[in-house]
């Protein structure tokens, strides 16, 4: 019998020692027989959680209109990539691509690339956007052509690896996978410490058992983002859930068919998250050189973008059943008890220009 998925990580802990937190995420998201990535179809109504692109339609409308403006606030230029990282189904690009299609001068300058590591994701991508016979698909930025390029990415930093530490008496260990005494995957303390000089001044005292999280992986992605803008210019901007300040607690999860799951119950199965540490962020950016836009609310973000002009115009002259599915699809979006206030907008641009619906830049 195959070996399961719970069964091969077991056997690589009671070998190796425990997994980190990242690595485990890393593994049962991405392995490529028996990860959630490889093995699932997570997006949408029939998945394991759903998106602002697959809310509504209206989402990527307003973002299509938010990069024209980019690309006009960085000059127009005749040659430049649109670029999404991690695009799920693909939604959210052909729904931009759609409501830019009467920009006719941003359409032919536009080169479509998306950068994504999961094949089976690839393939649906390349079903929605059947029709556009130019997309490329990399799988890193640094791939990416020499031209300005205009980023985005949604629900991407969240899945992307976090390592967690426990305040244990004078020291941050860091919180790992572990066996217990049945052989079964339970947390433990790992050998980790928690990176000199990564906790922000003021919480030095901390009581045991509090949870400090960071991730590498994540403030990579934005080094990375920002060398492609500081080569070529160009603006990013990314979609997700999570905090404007830093700031000390477990935000780890594991979701499916909609529902908070016990992460360690079936690796692979379920979707792991946790919440981005915006300031940390904006911090790797500014330090590599980026001009960092103040931090919005999705919910501001779309009101300001004409999330309530949309919803009128697709509403007038159909169904009170339309018109009120349309108006839910709005509240879910912006509302700040629902996806309005923990999603944020998150932009920064190669070089100082006026981006809108962002106020003035401040950095
Ligand atoms: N943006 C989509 C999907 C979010 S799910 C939406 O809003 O619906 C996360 C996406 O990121 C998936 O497409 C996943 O395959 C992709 N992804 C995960 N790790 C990645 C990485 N290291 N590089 C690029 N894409 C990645």
């Given at each position: 019998m195959t070996e399961s998925f719970t069964e091969r990580l077991a056997r690589h802990i009671s070998v190796n020692g425990p997994l980190p937190l990242a690595e485990f995420m890393h593994w049962a998201m991405s392995?490529?027989?028996?990860g959630y990535y490889a093995t699932?179809?997570?997006?949408?109504?029939?998945?394991?959680f759903i998106t602002a692109p697959e809310v509504s339609q209206m989402f990527g409308e307003l973002l299509g209109i938010w990069a024209i403006a980019a690309w006009q606030a960085i000059g127009s230029p005749a040659h430049f990539n649109l670029v999404e990282i991690g695009?799920?189904?693909?939604t959210l690009m052909a729904d931009m691509l759609r409501a830019a299609a009467s920009h006719p001068s941003f359409m032919s300058s536009a080169n479509i690339i998306f950068v994504e590591t999961s094949d089976s994701l690839t393939q649906t991508q390349k079903e929605t956007l059947v029709?556009?016979?130019?997309v490329e698909w990399i799988?890193?930025?640094?791939?990416?052509?020499d031209r300005p390029s205009i980023i985005l990415a949604n629900e991407l930093l969240d899945v992307l690896p976090v390592r967690q530490y426990v305040k244990t008496g004078a020291a941050w260990h860091e919180r790992s996978v572990g066996l217990d005494t049945n052989g079964k995957l339970s947390w433990v303390l790992g050998t980790g410490r928690l990176p000199d000089d990564s906790l922000p001044a003021?919480?030095?005292?901390?009581?045991?058992?509090a949870v400090f999280e960071i991730s590498p992986v994540r403030e990579a992605f934005i080094r990375n983002t920002a060398t492609a803008l500081e080569n070529n210019g160009g603006v990013a901007l990314f979609t997700d859930y999570g905090h404007g300040k830093t700031a000390i607690g477990d935000t780890f999860q594991a979701v499916k068919n909609h529902r908070p799951v016990d992460?360690?119950?079936?690796?692979?199965?379920a979707d792991l998250t946790s919440h981005v540490d915006f300031e940390a962020l904006q911090n790797i950016a500014l330090s590599s050189g980026m001009h960092v836009f103040p931090l919005m609310t999705q919910g501001e973000f779309l009101l300001s973008l004409g999330l309530l002009e949309r919803a009128g115009a697709l509403g007038r002259n159909q169904s009170p059943e339309i018109q009120q599915r349309i108006t839910g699809e709005a509240e879910r979006l912006a509302l700040p008890g629902e996806m309005g206030e923990i999603f944020k907008a998150f932009a920064f641009s190669g070089s100082a220009i006026e981006l809108t619906p962002f106020p003035a830049n401040d950095c």
């Open positions: 392995d490529p027989a028996q699932r179809q997570p997006i949408g109504r029939d998945g394991d695009p799920g189904r693909g029709g556009h016979d130019t799988a890193s930025l640094s791939d990416l052509p003021g919480h030095e005292n901390e009581p045991d058992g992460p360690l119950e079936m690796p692979g199965a």
